[in-house]
């Protein structure tokens, strides 16, 4: 039971990364139409410029503060310099370009950073535990990152519902030409749009960066998750993203700690620790395969 | 005009495969052997390019998971080898099968294996289309990247190593010149093959569906059942061309799989020329080139190949096949 609520914690964790990291990009999916690969790249830079302001500074909350804008700001930079051009092609062109984006900040990076994986601690201020549940010590860091997405898709939600700024990029995702000829500068908002999904990236990737190592490539294996998460929830829906990242991360936090446990009731346990391996990993994709041909749009499509 | 781009293409075909034939000896009288299997490599990836180019430029389907199946018929090869050296079975139930070294029994299996895994992941992924299409086929080839990676019994992350090459009557596979004959004729055998397709009714329903499903479908062709068979003689082509690389590296890692690597092969269709059968190998030559070169002067040679991809996208979309049309079929 302690087990269980422990690892019911872990997968929420997961789910709330994978829904800052996937807010944005099915917006950009969704909006834009436009298959971005390089979605991974700006967690990355994210990750690296936190980690680097906070072991030079020692202060996890500048690493935060610097994080964000240089996400946000790389972002919008690709996008007025790349993804623009982009929009009107085909999607193979989206993919081969963002492609290359992948290529250069991964090789960027080796070269401002090298090889080494950078490593930081959680911040001192974070690093206990609290008894959330009695007589459950669960780290307050992970604690923090669920409360951080949570409080994200709050804000998320105000911004889409309660802002003009949210009515027009609605209005822009259903009808692009109309918002258009009312008076709304696309081009501004679709860079504006992409800026914030890079800045929600680049938190997802600062808040790893005491989890996980901070590395080139690290980008790449969020992304794919990521792109599940999408799939599931139906792509260019910021609620669907929210199902699909929960569910992923449960799907793949807690088949990774109780597929060993459920396939040793029937077979050795060699052999079923291998095979509950390999059906651990492959969980989250037969989830997406199962979802897709039962609901070919995702489970909450963002138009009908 | 039209006439005169026809000979021109003709013509760079015709000189690409001569210097195709005669590298081997090249290399051998300028003392660079390394040369020899460095083009090896290189027409493999050319057969997988080609064989992604098949669904990808003629069919429109853009697979971004086509390093599966390449993943596929490199592992068929090294795992039956293993138990052939092991003298183990691979299967004792419900048919027995052993471990195979003999080519014309592994290579087979490898191909049909990889269709057959086509078949499957087409059949799912084909009721889908566009950006679903695009992130299907990546999520099904990320799978069996993971099923590999947690495959402890052939080597998990760490890959399985070729013990020796396969054998074949008559030819010497571990001999590094007869073995790059034989993979320019893989190469030929399949370009042909797939030249005889593109031009048969096949290959025109098949274009008609990447220019307007519905009409197709409204002709009254089974537009479904017609792209599953492209998907799966797509595979079925990088499935030949896994059991070569398997056959030339002498070694096999999930790596060989990972959604980067059907990326690269996307790469060399586009840089070559998408909807052409001779551009991809000119894609496949040029970007492994590039990069044996870049590796020389910088180990850091991907920060100038992904903005110079990037510009090919945005600038120069025919590729370098369209570009020259036809061009001098350069190999260097």
Known sequence: MLLLIEQLLNGLQLGIMLFLMSAGLTLVFGIMQVINLAHGSFYMIGAYVGATVTLRTGSFLLGILAALPAAALAGMLVETLVLRRLYKKDHLDQVLATFGLIMFFNELTRIIWGRQPLFMDVPSWLAGSIELIPGIPYPSYRIAVIAVGILVGVLLYLLFTRTRIGMQIRAGASNREMAGALGVNIRLLYTLVFGLGTLLAGLAGVMAGPILAVEAGMGESILILTFVVIVIGGIGSIRGALVGALLVGLVDTLGRVFLPVLLRLFLSPAYADGAAASLASMSVYMLMAVVLVFRPKGLLPAHG | ?332
């Not at chain 2, 079925?236 to 059907?262: C, D, F, K």
């Not at chain 2, 002067?297 to 020259?324: D, N, Q, S």
């Open chain 2, 1 to 332: 005009m039209d006439k005169l781009l026809i000979n021109r293409k003709t013509l760079s075909v015709a000189v690409g495969a001569v210097l195709l034939l005669v590298l081997p000896v090249v290399a051998g009288m300028i003392d660079e052997p390394y040369l020899v299997s460095l083009f090896s490599r290189i027409l493999i990836y050319a057969l997988a390019a080609v064989s992604l180019d098949l669904m990808l430029g003629f069919g429109g389907m853009v697979s971004l998971g086509h390093a599966a199946f390449f993943g596929i018929g490199a592992y068929v090869v090294c795992i039956l080898s293993f138990h052939a050296f092991e003298g183990t079975a691979l299967l004792s139930w419900p048919v027995p099968i052993d471990g195979h070294q003999n080519a014309m029994v592994v290579w087979p299996a490898a191909v049909l294996l990889s269709a057959a895994a086509a078949a499957v992941i087409g059949a799912l992924s084909l009721r889908t289309s566009g950006m679903h299409f695009i992130m299907i086929t990546l999520a099904f080839s990320q799978m069996l990247y993971y099923f590999f990676v947690s495959l402890e019994a052939y080597g998990g992350d760490d890959g399985i190593s070729l013990i020796s090459r396969n054998t074949m009557p008559g030819i010497d596979l571990g001999d590094d010149r007869q073995f790059y004959y034989l993979c320019l004729t893989a190469l030929a055998v399949y370009l042909f093959f797939a030249w005889r397709l593109v031009h048969a009714r096949f290959g025109m329903v098949i274009r008609g569906c990447k220019e307007n499903e519905q009409r197709m479908k409204s002709l009254g062709f089974p537009t479904f059942r017609y792209r599953l068979v492209c998907f799966v003689i797509a595979g079925a082509g990088a499935g030949l061309a896994g059991a070569l690389i398997a056959n030339q590296t002498e070694y096999v890692s999930p790596g060989l799989m990972h959604w980067t690597r059907s990326g690269e092969i996307l790469v060399m269709v586009l840089l070559g020329g998408m909807g052409t059968l001779f551009g991809p190998v000119l894609g496949a030559v040029t970007l492994l080139l590039v990069e044996e070169l870049l590796s020389i002067y910088t180990e850091h040679w991907m920060v100038y190949l992904g903005p110079f991809l990037i510009l090919v996208v945005l600038f120069a979309k025919r590729g370098i096949y369209g570009l020259m049309a036809g061009g001098n079929g350069n190999h260097g």
